[in-house]
C-alpha cells in the first residue's frame, strides 16, 4: 500500500482491520430493512465482482466501475446506490483505500458480521478514472431465467455448478424489493443472519407461484411469508444443483468452507494483484 508523507513524516501504511471495523460499527440500523445493511452490502461486493468474463478478462471488481454510469444504471444494479452512499463516511475516514478494495472489503465484513464464515481477503485493487472500462449490460444473472442460463453467467465467470449453488446461498440474507427488482420478499425468517437455511426451506417447504401482479415468484405454501426467485427454483429442478443444495442443507460446516472459498474467489476474479500479496483474515468484531 501506498504511505502518504505529510508535513510530520510519512503517514502509517493503512490498517484493514481499522477500516473492517468501521464498516462493522455502521451496520445496524433499526431503520433500515430488516435492521441491517449488511445484506446490500454484500450485494454490491457481489455486483461489482460478478461482470466478470473469463473469456475477455473483462469486469469484475477491479476498478469499482459501478461508481459510472452506464454501470450504475443498469437494471440488475437498483438499490445499490444505498450500499455505495452508507460507504462514503468510510472512504472519507480512509482515502488511502480504494473504492474496489473498499466495496469488496465491505461484503466480506458483512458476511463475518452477521455470523458468516471468515473469508479471506486481499487488497490491491485500483479504481478506475473513467466509465470507458464499464462492462457491458446484461452480464448479471437475471432472476426469471432458468438453470440453463444460470450456469451460463457462473460459467462465463469460470464458476463449477458446486461453486454456482454455494453462492446463490446468499439469498439466507436481505430480500426483493419492488422498487428495485420488481420482486418482494425475503428468502428466509431470518435475513440478517448468515446460515444455510436458504437451502433447507428451498428443499422442504412447497413452492407455489405467487398469486400477485407482480413478476412471477414463488412462495411457501405454508405460510406465503418467503419467495424464491424463478433462478432460485433453477437450484431445485436441476439434478446437479438439487443434490448439492441438499447436501448444504445437511451439512452447514461443509456450506460455510464452501461460501468462504467462492466469496473469495468471487471478489477477486479478474484483479492484477501485485506479486507477493497474499489474502488476510480481517476479525470479527464479536471475537
Ligand atoms: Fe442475489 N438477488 N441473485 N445473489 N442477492 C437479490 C438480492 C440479493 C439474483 C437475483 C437477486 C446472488 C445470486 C443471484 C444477494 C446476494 C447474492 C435480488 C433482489 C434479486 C432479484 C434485489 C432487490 O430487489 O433488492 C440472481 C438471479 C442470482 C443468481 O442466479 C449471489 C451469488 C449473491 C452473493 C454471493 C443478497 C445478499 C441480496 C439481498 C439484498 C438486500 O438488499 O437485501
Given at each position: 500500500?501506498?504511505?502518504?508523507?505529510?508535513?510530520?513524516?510519512?503517514?502509517?501504511?493503512?490498517?484493514?482491520?481499522?477500516?473492517?471495523?468501521?464498516?462493522?460499527?455502521?451496520?445496524?440500523?433499526?431503520?433500515?430493512?430488516?435492521?441491517?445493511?449488511?445484506?446490500?452490502?454484500?450485494?454490491?461486493?457481489?455486483?461489482?465482482?460478478?461482470?466478470?468474463?473469463?473469456?475477455?478478462?473483462?469486469?469484475?471488481?477491479?476498478?469499482?466501475?459501478?461508481?459510472?454510469?452506464?454501470?450504475?444504471?443498469?437494471?440488475?444494479?437498483?438499490?445499490?446506490?444505498?450500499?455505495?452512499?452508507?460507504?462514503?463516511?468510510?472512504?472519507?475516514?480512509?482515502?488511502?483505500?480504494?473504492?474496489?478494495?473498499?466495496?469488496?472489503?465491505?461484503?466480506?465484513?458483512?458476511?463475518?458480521?452477521?455470523?458468516?464464515?471468515?473469508?479471506?481477503?486481499?487488497?490491491?485493487?485500483?479504481?478506475?478514472?473513467?466509465?470507458?472500462?464499464?462492462?457491458?449490460?446484461?452480464?448479471?444473472?437475471?432472476?426469471?431465467?432458468?438453470?440453463?442460463?444460470?450456469?451460463?453467467?457462473?460459467?462465463?465467470?469460470?464458476?463449477?455448478?458446486?461453486?454456482?449453488?454455494?453462492?446463490?446461498?446468499?439469498?439466507?440474507?436481505?430480500?426483493?424489493?419492488?422498487?428495485?427488482s420488481g420482486f418482494e420478499g425475503p428468502w428466509t425468517r431470518a435475513p440478517t443472519t448468515f446460515s444455510n437455511e436458504y437451502f433447507k426451506l428451498l428443499l422442504e417447504e412447497k413452492w407455489v407461484a405467487r398469486n400477485w401482479t407482480g413478476p412471477k415468484q414463488f412462495a411457501d405454501k405454508s405460510t406465503g411469508d418467503l419467495m424464491m426467485l424463478?433462478?432460485?427454483?433453477?437450484?431445485?429442478?436441476?439434478?446437479?444443483?438439487?443434490?448439492?443444495?441438499?447436501?448444504?442443507?445437511?451439512?452447514?460446516?461443509?456450506?460455510?468452507?464452501?461460501?468462504?472459498?467462492?466469496?473469495?474467489?468471487?471478489?477477486?476474479?479478474?484483479?492484477?494483484?501485485?506479486?507477493?500479496?497474499?489474502?488476510?483474515?480481517?476479525?470479527?468484531?464479536?471475537?
Open positions: 500500500q501506498k504511505a502518504v508523507a505529510t508535513a510530520s513524516g510519512p503517514a502509517k501504511p493503512l490498517d484493514y482491520q481499522e477500516v473492517y471495523d468501521a464498516i462493522a460499527k455502521i451496520l445496524d440500523n433499526d431503520n433500515y430493512d430488516d435492521g441491517s445493511y449488511a445484506p446490500v452490502l454484500v450485494r454490491l461486493a457481489w455486483h461489482a465482482s460478478g461482470t466478470y468474463d473469463k473469456n475477455t478478462n473483462t469486469g469484475g471488481s477491479n476498478g469499482a466501475t459501478m461508481r459510472f454510469d452506464p454501470e450504475a444504471s443498469h437494471g440488475a444494479n437498483a438499490g445499490l446506490a444505498v450500499a455505495r452512499k452508507l460507504l462514503e463516511p468510510i472512504k472519507k475516514q480512509f482515502p488511502q483505500i480504494t473504492y474496489a478494495d473498499l466495496w469488496t472489503l465491505a461484503g466480506v465484513a458483512a458476511i463475518q458480521e452477521v455470523g458468516g464464515p471468515i473469508i479471506p481477503w486481499r487488497a490491491g485493487r485500483a479504481d478506475a478514472v473513467s466509465a470507458e472500462v464499464c462492462p457491458p449490460d446484461g452480464r448479471l444473472p437475471d432472476a426469471a431465467k432458468d438453470q440453463r442460463h444460470i450456469r451460463d453467467v457462473f460459467g462465463r465467470m469460470g464458476f463449477n455448478d458446486q461453486e454456482t449453488v454455494a453462492l446463490i446461498g446468499a439469498h439466507a440474507l436481505g430480500r426483493c424489493h419492488t422498487d428495485r424463478p433462478a432460485d427454483m433453477a437450484l431445485y429442478n436441476d439434478r446437479t444443483f438439487y443434490l448439492q443444495s441438499y447436501k448444504y442443507a445437511k451439512d452447514s460446516d461443509l456450506y460455510f468452507r464452501d461460501f468462504s472459498a467462492a466469496f473469495a474467489k468471487l471478489l477477486e476474479l479478474g484483479v492484477p494483484f501485485p506479486e507477493g500479496s497474499a489474502p488476510m483474515v480481517l476479525k470479527p468484531t464479536n471475537a
